[in-house]
């Protein structure tokens, strides 16, 4: 049972709009929310975070809405370029066992077009 | 400068040859990972190490082995591979269970 579900696998956008990334989650207990941007031929980067306790973190050009009740985490990127063009993975982690566990979602590819 | 290291990053195999992927990192972390990512499925965690000689099995451990003798190595090894073990694989480390967690380039494998 996928925990982590990233229902979009593409999106396209056009340069200077709102992309609006979207991930759910079943497990309750998830206590940080993150999110991961990857290129072509490199590893994913960190971007954004979000601990379970908060509704919203901003950095920059990206915001991470982390809807609790809904059991939805949404990164919205305001305005898109066309380098924000990439991979992104949504993450939560688990505390299993004494280990925090990382559950990936399976991405959703972003194009932004100029 | 801070970085995950993995080699090779690009590899043909035939089946059954035991290869050795290998994974440094410089950053004094002390939990490592790998990781593997496929069409569809995401990124499924192999094995992971909270510290040195303290290894254990993700979700996808099967036809994998790892090994912790050292804080910044963390090495994966495919004893016999298989084809269904074709694919892209990232090593991460961080500083403590739970933080942010930094990844390799990732290296990909094929094997025929």
């Known amino acids: 049972d996928q925990q982590v579900k990233q229902n979009s696998p593409s999106l396209s956008v056009q340069e200077g709009r709102i992309s609006i990334l979207n991930c759910d989650y079943t497990n309750s207990m998830f206590d940080y929310f993150l999110w991961y941007k990857k290129y072509p031929a490199e590893g994913p980067t960190f971007l954004i975070s979000?601990?379970?306790?908060?509704d919203k973190n901003e950095d920059g050009r990206f915001t991470v809405f982390l809807n609790k009740s809904a059991k939805h985490l949404s990164l919205h990127i305001v305005p898109s370029q066309p380098g924000d063009s990439a991979v992104y993975f949504c993450a939560a982690t688990l505390l299993i066992s004494g280990t925090y566990k990382y559950i990936f979602g399976t991405g959703t590819r972003l194009k932004v077009l100029a | 400068e801070a970085q995950v290291t993995q080699n090779p990053r690009y590899l043909i195999t035939v089946t059954g040859k035991k290869l050795t992927v290998t994974c440094s990192q410089n950053m004094n972390h002390e939990y490592m990972s790998w990781y593997r990512q496929d069409p569809g499925l995401g990124l499924r965690q192999i094995y992971y190490s909270m510290n040195v000689e303290v290894t254990d099995k993700g979700d996808v451990p099967e036809g994998y082995k790892v090994s912790r003798k050292e804080k910044r190595n963390f090495p994966l090894i495919l004893e016999s591979p298989s084809p269904n073990q074709t694919s892209l694989y990232f090593c991460?480390?961080?500083?403590?269970?739970?933080?942010?967690?930094?990844f390799g380039e990732g290296s990909w494998l094929t094997v025929v």
């Open positions: 991460a480390s961080s500083f403590t269970f739970g933080n942010t967690i930094y």
């Open positions: 979000i601990s379970s306790i908060k």
